[in-house]
């Protein structure tokens, strides 16, 4: 794995869902004629409505593929106003050049719905219950487990 980079967005009260969303794509995707940019501008819906239940406020949206993971968390209510804990500084690497995927967390009642909404405007872009590990970290701990040097034989005569 390449490393973990974090950013908090104000959200609610000092950006509307929708303002959030704009604000994650910039940093996300930031050039304006990039077909990631695109795909994630189609990913609105889903994303403004995670964002509006302040799912991202604990749960991160994920975003994965040749550079570093990138976790992108919300700040709402007077984290939002002050800017408490908040980090909107550009990355410095896009995270959406190349190969990547995205995992929006979303309320469990909400999911069926996401995810069906984001398979019709997209490819990369999926969602996930909040609390529920992203797939792709899953796969990466196995195989990091797996990878486990046995010392015990190791250090055998």
């Known amino acids: 794995m390449s490393g973990v980079v ?15 969303w704009e604000k994650i794509v910039e940093l996300l995707a930031p050039n304006p004629k990039s077909p ?17 239940s302040e799912s991202t406020q604990d749960d991160a949206i994920v975003v994965w593929g040749s550079g570093p993971r ?3 968390y919300c700040a709402f209510g007077q984290a939002a106003i002050t800017g408490d804990d908040v980090n909107e ?10 190969d990547w995927s995205m995992s929006i967390p979303c309320p469990s009642e909400d999911v069926t719905w996401s995810r069906t909404k984001l398979a019709s405007v997209s490819t990369r872009v999926t969602a996930r219950a909040m609390g529920e590990d992203v797939a792709d970290e899953a796969t990466e701990a196995g195989a990091r487990q797996s990878l486990a040097i046995n010392m015990e034989e190791f250090l055998k005569p």
């Open 70 to 72: 990138v976790r992108v």
């Open 36 to 52: 990631a940019r695109a795909e994630l501008l189609a990913a609105a819906g889903v994303a403004c409505s995670a964002i509006s």
């Open 89 to 98: 500084d550009a990355l410095a690497k896009s995270p959406t050049d190349g």
């Open 6 to 20: 974090a950013r908090r967005i104000a959200s609610s009260p000092a950006r509307t869902a929708s303002q959030t």
